[in-house]
Every structure is written in structure tokens, then in C-alpha cells.
């Protein structure tokens, strides 16, 4: 099993930046695909970026690309999600997610969830 808990949600005006952690335990991160994945009110959950087990490929959606970054530190069990030029369409509840495939972009592949963390961008 694998415990998965993000923190760094909050407020944030449009153009600002904020960055979730997702601290692992359980198990070792290591072996696993880790992703990102948001929901906003009333839509489905979306996936937003991913890092394979290797943290040599990172993916992300078109919504997000260049201006989110994902990264994992192994050693501290933790995976980060850097937000810059925030949008208030960015506003959601964002999960941090681990899978032992490389099938990194559907939810459904992902063993491990954490319980969400909410970011509201204001415009």
C-alpha cells in the first residue's frame, strides 16, 4: 500500500504561482509512475502531468504545458507539481496519484490516491 498526502493548495491571484507536494509512505515512490490529475466543480477529473518511474520523461496536458512543472525526489518519497501563470480555469481540486505501469495519462491505471488539495486561482 501506498499512503499519498498533497499539501500547498490555496488562493492565488491570477499570473501567481504555487507548488504541491505529495508526500508518499508506505512504499517506496521509486518503482512508480506518479501523476497529477485535477477536478473542478461539476467536470471529471482531468489529468494534468506525469513523471515516470525513472523521472527521465515528464508528460502533461496542452491546458498546462509550459507553465507546470513535475518533478519527484525519490529519496524524499515526494513528488512536486510547480504551478506558474496561474489561470482562474486552473482552479481546482488537485489529486496526486501513483501506478506501478508506465500508462501514465488515464486514471484508471492509478493504484494510489491522495485526498486532494484545493487551488483557487482569483482573476
Known amino acids: 500500500q501506498v499512503q499519498l498526502v498533497e499539501s500547498g493548495g490555496g488562493l492565488v491571484q491570477a499570473g501567481g504561482s504555487l507548488r504541491l507536494s505529495c508526500a508518499a509512505s508506505g512504499r517506496p515512490i521509486s518503482s512508480y509512475t506518479l501523476g497529477w490529475f485535477r477536478q473542478a466543480p461539476g467536470k471529471e477529473r482531468d489529468f494534468v502531468a506525469a513523471i515516470i518511474r525513472s523521472g527521465a520523461n515528464t508528460y502533461y496536458a496542452d491546458s498546462v504545458k509550459g507553465r507546470f512543472t513535475i518533478s519527484r525526489d525519490n529519496a524524499k518519497n515526494t513528488v512536486y507539481l510547480q504551478m506558474n501563470s496561474l489561470k482562474p480555469e486552473d482552479t481546482a481540486v488537485y489529486y496526486c496519484?501513483?501506478?506501478?505501469?508506465?500508462?501514465?495519462?488515464?486514471?484508471?491505471?492509478?493504484?494510489?490516491w491522495g485526498q486532494g488539495t484545493q487551488v483557487t486561482v482569483s482573476s
Open positions: 496519484a501513483a501506478n506501478p505501469s508506465s500508462i501514465y495519462d488515464s486514471g484508471r491505471t492509478y493504484n494510489y
